[in-house]
């Protein structure tokens, strides 16, 4: 390998691929180019993106498979650019995890046995996420495929770090900052995988927000200052069975509240039981937690300024991307710790 990657480093690099992959979905999501592509893996029969209309419109005509938006849509050169990149990148992403499985197959005298399971069951997800991604262009990007989509996206992410810190354990090659005493990591594995499990559903609950009835249901708690933020159609507790789209909204606002309050308490109990102890450790759940305040403020950015007209879609992939952030960054706590034990 070259002297920058390291053979261990390929879960890294199939990371970092990763979150590409997950902010370019995000970008795709806010051109409203998610149907661009409207078959699979072909994208309107071909294997470029350099579609005109007149090529489009004949495409539609002889499938009969219209866009959502109604027969007469049709897209740009760049709209439909974006799906397929976010494609390219996925399927790279999978012809990269091949080559590090045959890299742990040929060193599997010198590595764990839990270095090539790690290695297949990195290999069955990104085949699944890539089978899900097939499923949400069939189903037109419905809120319920776009949401499962992501989380499987999270769920490979994670599972890269966990298997590049295995492969690094395995060859002594652990970082300094991932290096904890065995009682710490033993005492605060629960607390991690806890925090991550708890942030998840919120994350989800704001795809849904974000992505239901064609992105409707970010103005279900209404827009502007007071009104939308920080009360719900101007109340505390809006009539919540008025529509989906009022309850989804509220209820994603409320496990925002309820779990940001639940993890700044966690890190300064976490901080109190370190008692300046593994400070990599505490640095981890600290910046998770910080991205998870951040992202709070974002999120009430992105209803305040809509109400000037128009969301501020800019915001709404900043959004996607830190609470990506303070996810992975609980899930790799809990790494840390499980490596350590």
């Keep these: 390998m070259v002297k920058w990657l390291r053979t261990c480093d390929i879960p890294l690099l199939l990371a970092v691929m990763a979150l590409t992959v997950i902010i370019a979905g995000g970008f795709v999501r806010i051109q409203d180019a998610g149907e661009s592509c409207p078959d699979w893996p072909t994208c309107f029969g071909t294997l470029g993106f350099d579609v005109s209309e007149d090529e489009q419109t004949a495409w539609y005509d002889s499938t009969g498979d219209y866009d959502s938006r109604g027969e007469s849509h049709r897209y740009t050169s760049f709209e439909i650019f974006t799906e397929w990149f976010h494609r390219l990148l996925a399927t790279s992403s999978g012809a990269v995890v091949i080559l590090g499985l045959i890299l742990v197959h040929r060193s599997r005298d010198e590595l764990s046995d839990e270095n090539w399971k790690a290695a297949i069951i990195a290999l069955i997800i990104v085949i699944s996420q890539g089978a899900l991604g097939a499923i949400t262009v069939i189903f037109d990007n419905h809120s319920w495929s776009v949401v ?167 915001l709404s992939l900043l959004h996607l991307d830190l609470a990506t952030d303070a996810i992975l960054l609980f899930g790799l706590g809990f790494t840390l710790c499980y490596l350590n034990q």
């Design 148 to 314: 499962l989509h992501l989380m499987f996206a999270l769920v490979y992410t994670g599972w890269l770090l966990w298997w590049w810190l295995l492969w690094r354990r395995d060859v002594n090659a652990l970082p300094n900052w991932a290096i904890l005493a065995d009682n710490i990591a033993q005492d605060e594995k629960k607390f991690f995988g806890i925090a991550t499990l708890v942030t998840l559903p919120v994350l989800l609950l704001g795809v849904w927000v974000a992505t239901g009835e064609g992105g409707s249901y970010n103005a279900g708690c209404s827009v502007g200052w007071w009104q939308g933020w920080p009360l719900c159609q101007g109340s505390l507790i809006p009539d919540l069975l008025a529509n989906t789209a009022i309850l989804v909204a509220w209820i994603h606002r409320f496990a925002v509240l309820l779990v940001g309050a639940w993890l700044v308490k966690g890190y300064l109990d976490l901080k109190k039981r370190l008692d300046r102890g593994a400070k990599n450790l505490e640095w981890v759940f600290g910046f998770g937690v910080l991205a998870f305040i951040l992202n709070i403020a974002v999120g009430a950015l992105y209803v305040i300024l809509a109400g000037s007209g128009e969301f501020p879609e800019i």
